[in-house]
């Protein structure tokens, strides 16, 4: 059987140039803060939630397809959140300050008994826009389609990793019956979900909320698009093979240009969010979209570099928390390389670097990850907002301030230099040939590394590549250094660390530890499932393994700093969110 194209959690070519259209910093100084309040009193006295209809206006990058279970672009993702509904939805909540998973077409969360089948009773009357039901049969079906192993859907994974349903992952592989998955619509308003383990209410809501892969497809339109083969249909490539589930439905769409969408009353969480329309065109230079934003045309843009020398200190800039870390991967199985093999060269290029130089030198206000695991990622009660990288075992595992330490970095380098015989080193590092910020990063580490080391022991040669090129190259094991990311689950961490295992597919990094794989799945799939002490030592583990054996040179976190208009009145103040950011549709929008 043929795999997916791509893996889930590997930072895609489609999402290269939005990555890294911004940065980030602090929440600002105390003037700031007093400037920003001054502001808002001034704009809340001058202007009032509108009545009438209301636009917003966002810019992104195009999108090919609307199927969701085949979508894999960043920009794709937040536009199905649009037009898709789901059983449940995660929304920012006034009263708590912070995130709660809410009903959307299910009754009420979805209820257990033992942790392993979990039932959602659906809303009586849920309808697509051109009027057909949408009943339990239908997520039945999606589901049956989202797992088809004809289609190999490449956000399968969804319903045997994320959550490891019954069978699921041996019908992806044409190795069961549809009826021994774990999938069952009980009567049209009862579906339920039964499990191979017991897992947390979190990993389980996290799967079947906003509109994602597991929102549900309109099975006529599906059906009619697939070849007769049945490994592919056309769903989602044309406007009228966009159906919608959800609070907006898809009204206009150019290709390459831009999207409309309208909002539809009917939809269980239209009174939730406020736009009445939604105009997104697609703009993929960051001059372009500041100079639209300065025109009042969009509602919000990403700043970085020049841009930031600018508005950084504008009091109007929010920053988020991004939910990957980028760096460089170390084919340590180069047969043209071998000394990439050396442990002591891997340590001796980790605590070379400094960070700051790339993350304050060219974006300005990126963060230093001398670290594995995003600062994002939580690992208590969501509803407490425990991080990780928090908790003092975290903390332990990491070196001082931004892991630059070159003195160390020279003793082990020299190790490594003794065990290459004395001969110069060599080393070609990869990077993205997108955007003029990847080169400086590539040259920037290149200068930092030959001057620590000496160009008499070192030479770091550049190569660009297309971001979907190079993914490939890693994968094929055609690279010396590369840089490139993994993205995480912000309530699942474990989950997420199965990037790093020995079978995960189209892998960018050739660590390979049985010890670590055991330990992953175990907090997945295993005992340690329900033990949150046990389950965060795990994952404290799992990232000293991964410090120890240096698979990646980690450097920072592609955090964003963001302007939005006076008139899109946040109502978490500027606060990010996993997963809802900013909430940008639940705003009051002021005229």
Not at 288 to 295: G, P, Y
């Amino acid at each position: 059987m043929k795999q997916p194209k791509k893996p889930f959690l590997v930072i895609l070519a489609m999402m290269m140039v939005l990555t890294f259209t911004g940065c980030t910093s602090g929440n600002g100084n105390n003037a700031n803060q007093e400037s920003k309040e001054d502001k808002d009193k001034v704009v809340t006295e001058q202007k009032q939630p509108s009545d009438k209809p209301t636009v917003v206006r966002f810019s992104g990058m195009s999108a090919e397809t609307f199927n969701q279970h085949t979508s894999e672009s960043a920009e794709t993702s937040i536009l199905l959140e649009y037009i898709n509904g789901n059983l449940l939805d995660l929304i920012y909540d006034e009263t708590s300050d912070n995130i709660k998973f809410v009903s959307n077409h299910a009754v009420d969360l979805p209820t257990t008994t033992d942790n392993k089948v979990w039932t959602f009773k659906l809303k009586e009357g849920l309808k697509w826009t051109d009027g057909t039901p949408i009943t339990a049969r239908d997520y039945e079906y999606s589901y049956q389609m989202l797992l088809d192993p004809k289609l190999t859907n490449r956000n399968a994974f969804e319903l045997f990793d994320n959550i490891p349903i019954v069978s699921a992952n041996k019908y992806f592989k044409g190795e069961a019956k549809w009826e021994e998955v774990g999938i069952k619509a009980k009567d049209d308003l009862t579906l339920e979900i039964a499990l191979e383990t017991e897992m947390p209410e979190i990993d389980v809501y996290s799967v079947f909320a906003q509109g994602g892969s597991t929102s549900p497809i309109h099975k006529q339109l599906y059906e009619a698009g697939m070849k007769p083969d049945h490994s592919e249909t056309t769903y989602g490539t044309t406007l009228e093979q966009v159906p919608s589930s959800g609070t907006y439905r898809l009204s206009e769409w150019v290709r390459d240009q831009y999207r409309v969408f309208e909002k539809n009353q009917d939809a269980p969480m239209s009174a939730v969010y406020t736009p009445d329309r939604i105009e997104s065109r697609v703009v993929s230079e960051s001059s372009t979209r500041m100079q639209l934003w300065e025109k009042g045309e969009i509602e919000n843009v990403s700043i970085s570099g020049e841009q930031f020398d600018k508005y950084g200190e504008d009091p109007r800039v929010v920053y988020t928390e991004a939910e990957s870390v980028w760096g460089f991967y170390v084919n340590t199985e180069s047969k043209k390389n071998p000394i990439l093999g050396n442990n002591d060269l891997r340590k001796a290029l980790y605590y070379g670097i400094d960070r700051d130089k790339i993350t304050k030198g060219i974006f300005k206000t990126f963060k230093s990850a001398p670290y594995y695991i995003s600062t994002i990622c939580m690992v208590g009660d969501y509803a407490d907002g425990q991080r990780y990288r928090e908790t003092e075992a975290a903390k332990a595992n990491i070196p001082p301030g931004t892991g630059y330490e070159p003195e160390k970095a020279k003793e082990y380098f020299e190790k490594a230099y003794q065990a290459n015989g004395n001969k110069k080193i060599t080393i070609e590092l990869t990077y993205f040939d997108s955007q003029e910020t990847m080169k400086r990063t590539a040259e920037v580490a290149e200068e930092l590394y030959e001057n620590l080391f000496g160009k008499d022991k070192l030479d770091i040669t550049l190569r660009a590549m297309p971001p979907s090129a190079a993914y490939d190259a890693y994968r094929d094991g055609n690279f010396e250094l590369g840089i490139g990311a993994i993205t995480q689950n912000a309530f699942n961490p474990w989950s997420s660390m199965k990037a790093w295992r020995t079978d995960f597919p189209n892998r960018s990094h050739r660590f390979s530890s049985a010890e670590f794989d055991e330990l992953q799945k175990r907090t997945v799939t295993g005992d340690l499932l329900l033990k949150p002490e046990e389950r965060l030592d795990a994952l404290v583990q799992m990232e000293k393994m991964l410090l120890d054996y240096v698979p990646q040179i980690p450097l920072f976190q592609n955090n964003n700093a963001v302007l939005f208009q006076d008139r899109m009145d946040l109502k978490g103040k500027g606060k990010y969110f996993p997963v809802v950011k900013f909430a940008p549709l639940q705003v009051n929008i002021l005229e």
